[in-house]
């Protein structure tokens, strides 16, 4: 199983990015599906999981601004982040079960 993260970059305030995880092997299907993201010296926090049929949670800091999707035929899980602060800067990682993706960094500056 092998999680490949993209989609990072340097923002403004304001602006909008989508993190994209392509996930390979079978297990792509039936399963909890999440983001994280760790900021420098701090603990990695969850920022959005999708189960199953689609049912969603984020982080209370990310509500109303981030939401996380899936394309089932790419085996990809996608997060779009809107009106970003620089709070959100951090590394973000793609998760299923026990694999992690690479991680992909996020700075948004003021």
């Known amino acids: 199983v092998q999680l490949q993260a993209s989609g990072g970059g340097l923002v403004q305030v304001g602006e909008s990015l989508r993190l994209s995880c392509a996930i390979t092997?079978?297990?792509?299907?039936?399963?909890?599906m999440g983001w994280y993201r760790q900021a420098s010296g701090k603990q990695r926090e969850l920022v959005a999981i999708?189960?199953?049929?689609?049912?969603?949670r984020y982080a209370d800091s990310v509500k109303g601004r981030f939401a996380i999707s899936t394309n089932n035929a790419k085996n990809t899980v996608y997060l779009q982040m809107n009106r970003l602060k620089p709070e959100d800067t951090a590394v973000y990682y793609c998760?299923?079960?026990?694999?992690w993706g690479q991680g992909t960094l996020v700075t948004v500056s003021s």
């Open positions: 092997g079978n297990i792509f299907t039936g399963n909890v």
């Open positions: 998760n299923i079960r026990t694999w």
């Open positions: 999708i189960i199953g049929a689609g049912t969603t």
